[in-house]
């Protein structure tokens, strides 16, 4: 093999070293002590989930009307993305008066060498309210948005008939 092969093989065989270093570095910092030890995952944090990112606010889909004891279920989108996953959801009723509050886990403890990817991804939430009592009812979705994570409320009513 000539000089100028050997030089090539050489230099190929080098990027693939940095490649795999690269991602040897990359897997190491998913874990708490870089060497395998707890994942970086295991450090999250619930809090409230995005309901507005950029001026592009949750699809929301609420039936206009439901029946007295009859599950009525409600589903929108919030938003995630890189080390940020979903979480559950809760809702409460009261009277003609529903709170609904989706999570999101988000890492506490970053690390300098973490690198999240930068995707957004839009989460599906659903939920089941019952009304005991007939009426115009109020059903609030709670949450954040972002940029900011300013405290941000999605508003819808039902129709509760007899």
């Known amino acids: 093999m000539s ?4 030089g090539h093989l050489l230099a190929e065989i080098g990027r693939r ?3 795999l270093t690269s991602l040897a570095t ?3 910092a998913c874990s708490a002590d870089g060497a395998g030890g707890p994942s970086f995952f295991d450090h999250l944090e619930r809090g409230p989930a995005v309901l507005a990112y950029y001026g592009d606010t949750s699809a929301v889909d609420v039936p206009a009307a439901t029946r007295v004891g009859q599950p009525t279920t409600v589903r929108f989108t919030s938003f995630s993305g890189g080390c ?4 559950s959801t809760e809702a409460k009723v009261t009277g003609l008066s529903a709170e609904v509050r989706p999570f999101q886990r988000d890492p506490t403890r970053v690390r300098r060498n973490i690198v999240c990817p930068a995707d957004l991804r839009l989460d ?3 939920v089941e309210l019952r009304f005991a009592q007939p009426g115009r009812a109020k059903v609030r979705i709670l949450g954040l948005a972002q940029p900011g994570d300013h405290r941000f409320v999605l508003e819808r009513d039902i129709e509760v008939t007899p």
Do not use: A, I, P
């Open 84 to 87: 940020v996953s979903q979480d």
């Open 17 to 19: 070293f940095l490649r």
């Open 3 to 6: 000089s100028e092969g050997e």
């Open 26 to 28: 990359l897997l190491g």
């Open 124 to 126: 599906n939430n659903v």
